[in-house]
């Protein structure tokens, strides 16, 4: 058996790991992987129950899973905790403990939703790319100082450090995955300004001769940007810091128009982690309104990359992309001649397909 640990977390995380534990229970039943699912909490779901936002039992089960399915976390009811206790402090647990060093961001175009796009047509006709994100290094988890005070005066100062071996393993993943798409590499970096930004372009040179099928090119991250609203369809996969890639990613994925059917991949040492890459929305939770596709379509990527089951992953993909195809459409892509469907509809409607 495969063991799955499901955190539903807060706000619509449960309604959209229901609907994906659905899907995957429906592949399950076609291609007999043998899946079975634990529940943990975290989150403010935790923080209420247990006093904490990442229970050690919770991180412990992760460790010992074959796959994590994540919902989302936060919400207002937890914006004036200690820092420490915050919602969102349980991702930060969970990408350390579980070493989740490369988080992988597909952003496709669904060609039925191409007018959702706040680009023109004809610039996101084509759109498929990969971005490939540092998730456990870098100014996230640098030191750094909330308040000091130096010749009378007060600062705060954050670090970004890179070594060698966590831009290796990043660099390696991102080539790897190029591999099996159009194989093209894009290395983001400011190297015109920054040390640690220096050492991530040698290496990446370095690590690049191991892949001559590989095409690569290097940008600065603000030309980066530039390009990503201009020219979107030239990429295939970027690989990036810890922090461009958290700015870069919500950059492409707006440009699909569909935030809510994005998935993500969090690639661990031991176990990986999939997510939506949309938040808790606190405001419709529990109204059965909530697009499931991008937890729908992380599960896919659980099959892909945690178990190996490729066919089952593309089962799920090709019944989402059926599922727009056919017109029915959750209130958040809701246009006039479409079928507007719930999240439990929408649910219903893919595993029909699959
Ligand atoms: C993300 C999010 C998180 C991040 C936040 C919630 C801390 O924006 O996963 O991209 O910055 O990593
Ligand atoms: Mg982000």
Not at 129 to 142: D, K, P
Not at 237 to 250: A, C, E, K, P, R
Not at 295 to 310: G, H, K, P, Q, V
Not at 313 to 324: G, S, Y
């Given at each position: ?12 995380g ?75 402090k ?7 403990g ?47 100082c ?15 450090i ?38 991530w ?14 095409e ?6 603000d ?10 369809a ?46 808790s ?31 089952a ?12 195809e ?5 209130p ?23």
């Open positions: 058996m495969k063991k799955i640990i499901v955190i539903p977390g807060d706000g619509i449960k309604e959209i790991t229901d609907s994906a534990v659905a899907v995957l229970k429906k592949v399950d039943a076609k291609f007999k992987i043998g899946l079975e699912f634990e529940y943990r909490d975290a989150g403010g779901a935790a923080y209420d129950k247990f006093g904490e936002p990442l229970p050690a039992e919770t991180l412990d089960a992760c460790k010992k899973a074959d796959a994590v399915l994540f919902g989302a976390v936060g919400g207002p009811k937890w914006d004036n905790i200690e820092v420490s206790k915050r919602p969102e349980a991702l930060f647990g969970i990408r350390k579980l070493g989740l060093y490369g988080n992988l961001r597909p952003v496709k175009i669904y060609a039925p939703l191409i007018d959702g796009s706040p680009l023109k047509p004809n610039l996101v006709t084509g759109v498929d790319l990969l971005i490939v994100r540092e998730l456990v290094g870098g100014i996230y988890f640098g030191e750094r909330e308040s000091e005070i130096v010749d009378g005066v007060e600062r705060a100062w954050d670090t970004e890179y070594s060698v071996p966590e831009i290796e393993r990043i660099v390696k993943l991102a080539f790897e995955s190029a591999q099996k798409r159009r194989k093209k590499v894009t290395s983001v970096d400011k190297a015109n300004v920054l040390a640690s930004s220096r050492l372009r040698r290496v990446v040179n370095e690590i690049a001769k191991n892949y001559p099928d590989v690569l090119n290097h940008l600065y991250v030309n980066c940007a530039m390009q990503l609203a201009v020219n979107p030239q990429f295939d996969v970027i690989v990036t810091s810890n922090m461009f890639g958290d700015i870069l990613s919500d950059e492409a994925a707006v440009i699909s128009g569909s935030i809510g059917l994005l998935p993500s991949a969090s690639i661990g040492e031991l176990t990986s982690f999939y997510e939506p890459i949309h938040g929305a606190p405001d419709i939770a529990g109204k059965n309104i909530a697009n499931p596709m991008g937890t729908i379509a992380s599960a896919a990527m659980l099959l892909r990359y945690s178990l190996n089951e490729e066919k992953a593309q089962a799920i993909e090709a019944a989402i992309d059926k599922t727009l056919d017109g029915y459409r959750t958040d892509l809701f246009k006039e001649g479409c079928k507007k469907i719930s999240t439990t509809e929408a649910t219903e409607i893919i595993c029909e397909r699959i």
